[in-house]
């Protein structure tokens, strides 16, 4: 079975420029998650769907962050503009359900980004 | 409030011996699920264990087991004849029933020593 996909896995952008990381979660998971991974930082959860529903979008670090999942099968998390500071690893992960095994969350390989 | 603390920054551990990995985790909710991941140096994070918090008996994948102790509050990974691909970062997190999002602990680092 495929994994979670991510693309780009790498991104190097200036500083000021709009980007997008794309996310295709396990097919039959209704559960989407979109987390930062930064060495000060840690993994931090950003935002969350339910049957393509955002649920919780309380880690977004602020506006110039937004997430869209238009269907069962994508999900973007668009940055505009950029700052060298959102440098950092973007994990997907998806699930199969919310609770017991079925909530194991399953990642994908993340994006680099770099902003320059 | 910190839910899941991992005391140990790294760790260091002979082939072929076991290692346990701490973490004790804080909440109220009587229902929860706990989580271990791996994250070699390449990067990926690779589901290993999972304990629900019901569970009667303690969780076991191959080399990997959860020693739970509830009323201690902690969830320690054990990886028995540790072997050199073993060397990774290592990450418990929580889930509570309240929510479907999880709570990552700061990870342990894993050094295998052959």
């Known amino acids: 079975d495929a994994g979670v996909i991510q693309s780009p896995r790498h991104e190097v952008t200036e500083m000021g420029q709009e980007v997008t990381l794309r996310c295709k979660p396990i097919?039959?998971?209704?559960?989407l998650f979109w987390y930062r991974q930064t060495m000060m930082r840690g993994l931090e959860l950003l935002i969350y769907?339910?049957?393509?529903?955002?649920?919780?979008d309380s880690g977004m670090p602020e506006d110039r962050f937004s997430a869209k999942m238009p269907n069962a099968s994508f999900s973007t998390l668009k940055i505009q503009p950029s700052e060298p500071r959102d440098s950092a690893v973007y994990f997907c992960?998806?699930?199969?359900?919310?609770?017991?095994?079925?909530?194991?969350?399953?990642f994908g390989p993340g994006t680099r980004l770099t902003v320059l | 409030a910190q839910k899941i603390t991992q005391t140990q920054p790294g760790m260091f551990v002979q082939e072929k011996e076991a290692v346990t990995l701490d973490c004790t985790y804080d909440?109220?909710?009587?229902?929860?699920?706990l989580f271990w991941y791996k994250q070699p140096s390449s990067g990926e994070m690779i589901f290993l264990i999972y304990?629900?918090?019901?569970?009667?008996q303690n969780a076991t994948e191959g080399r990997y087991s959860l020693n739970f102790q509830k009323a201690r509050k902690s969830a320690n990974l054990v990886i028995s004849a540790s072997q050199l691909g073993d060397s990774a970062m290592y990450f418990c997190?929580?889930?509570?029933?309240?929510?479907?999002?999880?709570?990552f602990g700061t990870g342990t680092s894993l050094t295998v020593i052959p």
């Open positions: 992960a998806s699930s199969h359900g919310t609770s017991g095994t079925q909530s194991t969350q399953y």
């Open positions: 769907f339910n049957n393509n529903v955002p649920i919780d």
């Open positions: 097919s039959g998971h209704n559960s």
């Open positions: 997190a929580m889930r509570l029933n309240t929510g479907n999002q999880f709570y």
């Open positions: 909440t109220s909710d009587p229902s929860y699920g």
């Open positions: 304990q629900g918090s019901y569970d009667q």
